[in-house]
């Protein structure tokens, strides 16, 4: 505790003086919200129930630009991605390549194997730093794989995990995110429930759609300073529940 | 719905000394309901005018002279918006340190009415008898609708007027601009305000623009005059009253 | 009386005769300040303002034990904490921080405290380029200008003046396509972003329980200003913190409602400290900038403090009619609006913006549309009250003696009745000369010459009411005696 330090607090307790009165004890004021009710509506919810969140989630998706895909396997998504990436011109850097995150889920996809990917660089975000800066702003297209989405604002949850850094979704022109049905909440308040299980993330964002502004004369562009498009690919089928390494966060009940 | 047995005016200062015409109007409503009526000719200001600069020791001084001008009144009924916001919730801010005022200002807030409250609220009335010819719209001045939430009381009193078509204007419930002192030391500004609330009553199409307050309409008919549009400024109790032009 | 020639009048001027500001700041108005209130209106749970207001005040009443708490917090992530007591010790801190890291470029975020603080011109003065990168900010910023809105800062300027100047300074051919001219400043603006020193932010919302602080964009520069560089420094008005996620939450949600209508920002950062073992990006440190800079001093005064709960979201912006004519560069202050017209003077004296006080006219919408129910009316006419009389504890002078006496002479007019009348007689007996043919006075220079230069003034009625109810319509009524003020005894 450094003086200064000490004098900026005190000068603030000095100034609250008067309100001892009506202060709450700090614990009581701290005491996390009660997540039992939310996670147990979480636990037992169907995957019908999951499949009606999906549809809430594509109605909220369409105002704000960004494109949803449902894909029963594996093998779709692959594909879609495909489609995605040679439909799409580079904006930065000379060629199109891809830099995808460090996931099972995306390992599982293989999409070594497709050929109209074959001419195109594929690069994974583990290692050394400098490598993995320098592939991301090669990299026209930058795919992760979503912790969690959230239905009543088309909104995916990305934590920061080691080997999957913050730039893949942000650097790119484009961003594709994987999404498995399973991990589809309701809103905010059933994230931050699943987000407070979590050990702490050095870094989470939430992303609702691709960059956009209106600065100029209220006219909205996509595309400031993030990726200008943003796809969500939702994995409806038994890839959902079979994806290798990646834990379901609340729901036992498969497909 | 009691009938009281006499009803106190409070004549706003600018009733008084600029519209006695609306303080006449409120006298005929009253004369028509059988309702006897007083008026303590001392009263002279609520104090508002001096609250609203910031010199509350001058409208503390007021207040208390109000309240011992009104407070054996049964029932105390004024023209004005800002006037009875005054007395109910700044009164006994005002008068807060000393308990006694404090108790006195709330208990005459509390039968202290807005005219359009009064008839809809406490008498229950909604058909006063009165025509008013044509198409009339509405400004919802800003202390009678968000400090005391009267919006509904004047249009339920206008509807039941006979043949008045109530036209409902854009951002009927925008501030005018009068503001009171801010209308003189700001006066650009104020007028730009006004300006656009004229520009939506033009828009609604009505003849008259009916208000409750007679700062907010000697606002808006002085600038329309010098604009030199042709609408007709009356407060409430005008066309209740008949709606005799003066 | 009347401020025709103040620094505030004459902005205010420029203001409303600048045809692009007010054709925007309408549209702003009518899709923003509409769509907020309907917002609140169908919110599900009508009570939820009224309480996010009372943990607000809670969390003030904790302040210092939070903060602590936030500190160790960010310490334990590997982040460094610095509680800057003013603008002067903020700028010194981060200044020798860039001076320590070799720092030659610096990227911001939209930040209105890092405007407050003035630190650009302190980062400058090292010959360090600082560069915004909203690209609102940016505008203003290249155009040499200041932002006028909180959330759409360069809302007074139009697509033709942005092609001209987007011609000039980045080199581009003339275009005023909204679309061209936004991917030459994201392409100008990434190349800064990916070669800057420092990424240097304001702040949110920080938590306590988590020891994060949250940060909002649609653009994505902020992300980009957060994880690109090596250092990321941000600044943090020392009453922008939740006390549980939970409120951070319901805040952020309440946040990017009320300045855009949006459920959530694009997006929505949370960080609290550099990159972990095994990050491969994200800076290498970070430096959270606690500042007071008079904070402390409206959280003492038990009127002002809950202007601290603001969470500047900027809807009160959007529902002003008066910031909707006059503009934010009337206000002469990072804050402009309702919100600015009260935090202004609090922060930056009180006398010197006395115009931001008084011109307004307490219309309450501001009220009504404040997510965290803030009662920003009431705190004006509080200002007003310390500039009648003056308040050493604010260090305020009484603003106008001349007005101060009218209202002393005011007051002995109307506390007897007889005086009262008797001034009004006087006044209609001179006013007859200047009453014209269509029966209003005359312009008049001087007290009443504010309005009647844009509007009619009635005279003085020939007969007032009181004479009226005297002569005739009071007559034949039972009459309750008139009380003299003299005559009343107190209840003790």
């Known amino acids: 505790m450094t003086p200064e330090r000490i004098a900026f607090l005190y000068r603030i307790r000095a100034a609250v003086a008067d309100t001892t009165a009506e202060r709450l004890p700090l614990e009581a004021l701290l005491a996390p919200a009660d997540d039992g009710p939310l996670l147990t509506a979480l636990a037992g919810r169907t995957r019908n129930q999951r499949m009606e969140l999906l549809l809430q989630l594509i109605a909220h998706a369409a105002p704000l630009n960004l494109q949803v895909t449902t894909c029963a396997t594996l093998t779709v998504a692959a594909g879609r991605i495909a489609a995605i990436t040679l439909a799409s011109e580079p904006e930065f850097s000379g060629q199109k390549a891809l830099i995808l995150h460090e996931h099972p889920l995306l390992q599982a996809l293989a999409l070594d194997t497709l050929a109209e990917l074959e001419n195109i660089p594929k690069q994974w975000t583990s290692g050394a730093t400098p490598r993995v800066r320098a592939q991301t702003l090669a990299a026209s297209i930058g795919i992760t794989v979503a912790d969690w989405g959230i239905a009543e604002s088309a909104t995916i949850v990305q934590l920061t995990r080691p080997g999957r850094p913050r730039s893949t979704s942000l650097v790119p022109s484009i961003h594709i995110a994987l999404l498995p049905l399973s991990h589809l909440v309701a809103d905010l308040a059933e994230a931050f429930a699943l987000v407070r299980r979590e050990p702490e993330p050095a870094s989470m964002v939430l992303i609702s759609g691709p960059s956009k502004t209106a600065d100029i004369e209220g006219c909205m562009v996509l595309g400031a300073h993030g990726p200008r498009a943003l796809h969500l690919l939702v994995l409806t089928g038994a890839a959902d529940a079979a994806a290798p390494g990646f834990p379901v966060a609340s729901c036992s009940q498969c497909c | 719905m009691s009938r009281p047995t006499t009803v106190t005016l409070f004549i706003q200062c600018l009733v008084d000394a600029l519209f006695p015409e609306v303080g006449e109007a409120m006298v005929r409503i009253f004369d028509r309901l059988a309702i006897p009526l007083t008026y303590p000719e001392n009263q002279t200001c609520c104090g508002q005018p001096a609250y609203t600069c910031g010199y509350r020791h001058e409208a503390a001084s007021a207040a208390r002279r109000f309240i011992d001008l009104f407070e054996q009144a049964e029932v105390i009924v004024c023209p004005s918006g800002s006037c009875v916001a005054m007395v109910r919730h700044h009164y006994p801010e005002l008068l807060k340190h000393d308990p006694v005022m404090h108790q006195r200002a709330l208990a005459v807030g509390s039968k202290t009415f807005e005219l359009s409250e009064y008839l809809a609220d406490v008498l229950g009335l909604t058909d006063l008898g009165a025509t008013f010819p044509g198409a009339a719209t509405y400004h919802d001045s800003c202390h009678l609708a968000r400090t005391l939430g009267i919006r509904e009381q004047p249009r339920r009193l206008l509807r039941h007027v006979r043949q008045l078509q109530l036209v409902e204007m854009a951002n009927s419930d925008t501030c005018c601009g009068f503001g009171g002192a801010f209308s003189t030391n700001y006066p650009e500004i104020s007028v730009a305000l006004v300006d656009d609330k004229i520009d939506h009553i033009v828009e609604s199409g009505a003849e008259t623009v009916v208000g409750c307050d007679a700062g907010c309409l000697m606002n808006i008919r002085g600038r329309m005059t010098r604009r030199g549009i042709d609408i007709r400024v009356m407060h409430l109790a005008q066309v209740l009253a008949g709606g005799e032009r003066v | ?492």
């Not at chain 3, 606690?290 to 809807?315: H, Q, T």
């Open chain 3, 1 to 492: 009386m009347i401020h025709r020639s103040s620094p505030y009048s004459e902005a205010a001027r420029d203001g409303m005769h600048n045809a692009c500001l007010q054709k925007s700041l309408r549209n702003l108005q009518a899709r923003y300040g509409k769509g907020a209130l309907d917002i609140w209106q169908s919110l599900p749970d009508p009570g939820l303002r009224h309480r996010v207001k009372a943990r607000r005040m809670q969390t003030l009443a904790h302040l210092d034990q939070l903060l602590a708490l936030l500190a160790e917090g960010v310490e334990a992530q590997g982040g460094q904490v610095y509680f800057a007591a003013t603008a002067e010790d903020a700028n010194r801190y981060v200044r020798d921080l860039a001076r320590k890291h070799g720092v030659r470029r610096v990227v911001k975020g939209k930040s209105m405290l890092s405007a407050e603080i003035g630190i650009d011109a302190v980062l400058a003065a090292d010959g360090i380029e600082v560069i915004e990168t909203d690209l609102g900010e940016f505008i203003v910023q290249i155009a040499g200008s200041s932002a006028s809105h909180i959330i759409a800062p360069c809302i007074h300027m139009d697509r033709q003046q942005i092609g001209r100047l987007f011609a000039d300074r980045l080199g581009i051919p003339y275009s005023d396509d909204p679309p061209t001219l936004t991917r030459a400043a994201r392409k100008a603006l990434r190349e800064k972003m990916l070669t800057a020193d420092m990424g240097l932010t304001g702040c949110n919302l920080a938590c306590a329980e988590t020891g994060q602080i949250s940060l909002v964009s649609n653009e994505g520069n902020i992300r980009m200003a957060t994880t690109m560089p090596k250092l990321h420094v941000a600044l943090m008005g020392m009453e922008r913190i939740a006390a549980t996620l939970d409120d951070q939450r319901q805040l952020l949600q309440l946040l990017t409602r009320g300045a855009a209508l949006q459920k959530l920002s694009t997006y929505v950062s949370f960080l609290g400290g550099p990159r972990r073992e095994g990050d491969p990006d994200g800076p290498e440190a970070f430096h959270l900038v606690i500042i007071d800079n008079g904070r402390s001093r409206i959280l003492a005064d038990p009127d002002f403090r809950e202007v601290l709960a603001c969470i500047r979201c900027g809807a009160c912006l959007n529902i002003c009619p008066v910031y909707g004519r006059i503009g934010g560069h009337a206000y002469h202050s990072p804050y402009s609006g309702p919100i600015g017209a009260v935090i202004t003077p609090l922060l930056q004296g009180i006398n010197r913006h006395a115009d931001l006080c008084r011109g307004e006219t307490l219309y309450g919408a501001c009220r009504d549309i404040c997510p965290v129910d803030n009662d920003l009316p009431r705190m004006l006419a509080a200002l007003r009250h310390k500039l009648a009389y003056g308040d050493p504890a604010w260090q305020v002078r009484p603003h106008n003696r001349l007005e101060a006496l009218g209202f002393a002479l005011w007051q002995r007019s109307i506390s007897n009745s007889w005086i009262y009348e008797m001034l009004l007689r006087v006044v209609r007996a001179l006013q007859r000369p200047f009453v014209n043919p269509q029966g209003v006075l005359d312009p008049l220079p001087g007290l009443k010459g504010g309005w009647t230069e844009g509007r009619d003034l009635p005279p003085l009625a020939a007969v007032s009411f009181r004479e009226r109810w005297r002569t005739t319509l009071g007559r034949g009524r039972a009459q309750v005696p008139a009380r003299s003020h003299k005559e009343q005894h107190h209840d003790a």
